[in-house]
C-alpha cells in the first residue's frame, strides 16, 4: 500500500518562504510522477506544481510561476515543494499526489495516490 505523507506547513506571514515535503513509502513503490495540489476554503482543488520521476520535467501553475519551485529526492522517494514570495492567496490546504504513470498531470484525476493534506495559511 501506498502512503504519502506531507510535512511543513504552517502560518506564516506575506513574502517570507515555505518548503513543503512529501515522503512516498510501500513496497516496490517507483513513482512516475508526482505532484502537489491545493484547495482553499470553498473552492476546487487546483494544481501547483508536478515533477515526472524519470525525465524530471516539471510544470507548474501560472499562479505559481517563477515563485515556487518542486524538486525531488529519488534516493529518499521525496518530494519538495520550495514556495518563495508567498502571499494571502496562497492560503491552502497543500497536497501531495503521485501516480506511477505521468499522463495528466495538471489535473487530479491524473493521480493514483494522495496525502493527508498540510495546512499553508499565509497572513497580510
Known amino acids: 500500500q501506498v502512503q504519502l505523507v506531507e510535512s511543513g506547513g504552517g502560518l506564516v506571514q506575506a513574502g517570507v518562504s515555505l518548503r513543503l515535503s512529501c515522503k512516498a513509502s510501500g513496497r516496490s513503490f517507483s513513482p512516475g510522477v508526482m505532484g502537489w495540489f491545493r484547495q482553499a476554503p470553498g473552492k476546487e482543488r487546483e494544481f501547483v506544481a508536478a515533477i515526472t520521476w524519470g525525465g524530471r520535467s516539471t510544470s507548474y501553475s501560472d499562479s505559481v510561476k517563477g515563485r515556487f519551485g518542486i524538486f525531488r529526492d529519488s534516493a529518499k522517494n521525496t518530494v519538495y515543494l520550495q514556495m518563495n514570495s508567498l502571499k494571502p492567496e496562497d492560503t491552502a490546504v497543500y497536497y501531495c499526489?503521485?501516480?506511477?504513470?505521468?499522463?495528466?498531470?495538471?489535473?487530479?484525476?491524473?493521480?493514483?495516490?494522495w496525502g493527508q493534506g498540510t495546512q499553508v495559511t499565509v497572513s497580510s
Open positions: 499526489a503521485a501516480d506511477l504513470n505521468p499522463g495528466r498531470i495538471t489535473t487530479p484525476q491524473g493521480y493514483a495516490y
